[in-house]
């Protein structure tokens, strides 16, 4: 896939018979359809040759990729380990990259075509959304946008804004206390416990009281009900009048 790009194509021709020459046939995808089937043939031929022309049966040197080509290999048995290790990790980012390439190819026309090629797509309904950013663009690899409905789309983005806050609240509930410490007296004085008996982390869960815990969720339910989040509303778009880290500026408030 690379290599043509790079360093061009062979001079000459494919098929002589057919006056196709190496410089006809595109790269990727497209080159499917321009090859001719004696070119096929070939192909499937040495690739069969390669299964048959040595024993792969359990146990053989053939079953673990061994077929005596020792170019790249070595004859010390620390540096052959490695050598294979760095085979195997290499294999498998290859499998990802060349199965994103046919994915690109296959919408834009090149393996690393522009996005923009790809005017079919359901995601142009919000790709200018606040969120869409370079190198990605619209990232939504599972497909939860793919039939354009704006209002599923909306609410999507409602959920993740509050998942959103609540994880990186969650984050510096976790990093906070280990680096600050506890703060000083008793979480619940009528049960003799204080802060610095509660476990940093997921050991807390057991720790809290179940007066703790109610706090939380009336706190949470507090959120939910205080403010009219119906489509439309400023709430739904994550804005409950919590001025201090956002700005009068709306460039600056976009970024932000």
Not at 12 to 24: C, E, I, R, V
Not at 149 to 159: G, I
Not at 166 to 195: D, N, Q, R, V, W
Request: aromatic share 10%; glycine share 12%.
């Amino acid at each position: 896939y690379i290599t043509p790009e790079i360093t061009g194509k062979f001079p000459g021709y494919l098929s002589p018979s057919t006056k196709l020459a190496f410089a006809d046939i595109p790269n990727g995808l497209a080159a499917i359809s321009k090859v001719p089937s004696g070119g096929w043939a070939q192909i499937l031929g040495y690739m069969a040759y390669c299964e048959i022309s040595q024993d792969q049966s359990a146990g053989t040197p053939g079953a673990e990729g061994d077929f005596g080509w020792k170019v790249l290999t070595s004859a010390d048995p620390e540096e052959k380990t490695k050598k294979l290790a760095a085979e195997i990790a290499n294999g498998r980012l290859a499998m990802m990259a060349i199965i994103g390439m046919f994915f690109q190819d296959g919408l834009t026309g090149s393996a690393w075509g522009d996005w923009a090629n790809y005017t079919d797509s359901p995601l142009r309904a919000f790709e200018s959304e606040l969120g869409v950013q370079a190198p990605v663009g619209f990232w939504d690899p599972v497909g939860f946008t793919a039939d354009g409905d704006v209002v599923n789309f909306t609410r999507r983005r409602q959920t993740e804004l509050k998942h959103g806050r609540i994880s990186m609240l969650a984050t510096m509930g976790y990093i906070t206390p280990e680096i600050t410490g506890k703060f000083p007296g008793y979480l619940s004085p009528s049960a003799g416990l204080k802060f610095q008996d509660i476990p940093n982390g997921l050991a807390a869960l057991s720790k809290v009281p179940s007066g703790g815990w109610a706090q939380m969720a009336l706190y949470a339910a507090y959120c939910e009900v205080s403010q009219d989040q119906s489509p439309g509303t400023p709430a739904a778009a994550g804005d409950f009048g919590w001025k201090v880290l956002t700005s009068a500026d709306p460039e600056e408030k976009t970024k932000k």
